[in-house]
């Protein structure tokens, strides 16, 4: 089976967040009044596997060991299939 | 009221993805099989409004202004209330 698993890495909360804080400085002098602005990037994996729990397996270790700084970083994850 | 709106910005297809294939690469050398990664980027921007319609004709012309290059990227917009 095909999968696409959507792997959401944020910043934890409290954590500096210095590209946020930029955005929300440019979006305050574009003459946007905007209280916080989060940043977070999303890594879309296709591979191939039996089943969805392998799949979410493989996510959870591929976020200890590339994806996410457990110190700093909250992750989510989405598996879904596709054709 | 206040909203979360959150703007997804990714490549649209066949533009070059340095930072996929370099994940694509890495994960390729922890052992896993992958085909292909994506890598997009969330805002999460934090803000009051009278209405949900104000809110994505904002996100709109946001994304317009500062966050998607028209000739590279595609965006995705979802509002959300909050507390």
Redesign the interface.
């Known amino acids: 089976m095909k999968y696409a698993v959507k792997i959401?890495v944020?910043l934890k909360p409290g954590h500096s967040n210095p590209e946020g804080e930029t955005?929300m400085q440019?979006?305050t002098e574009?003459g946007?009044?905007?209280?916080?602005?989060?940043?977070?990037?999303?890594?879309?994996?296709?591979?191939?596997a039996s089943t969805v729990v392998e799949v979410e397996t493989?996510a959870q270790e591929?976020c200890k060991?590339?994806f996410a700084n457990p110190t700093k970083d909250n992750y989510t994850i989405n598996v879904a299939e596709r054709k």
Do not use: G, I, P, Q
């Open positions: 959401e944020s955005t440019l979006l574009l946007y009044n905007v209280e916080a602005v989060d940043v977070s990037k999303v890594y879309t994996v296709f591979l191939e493989k591929m060991r590339l």
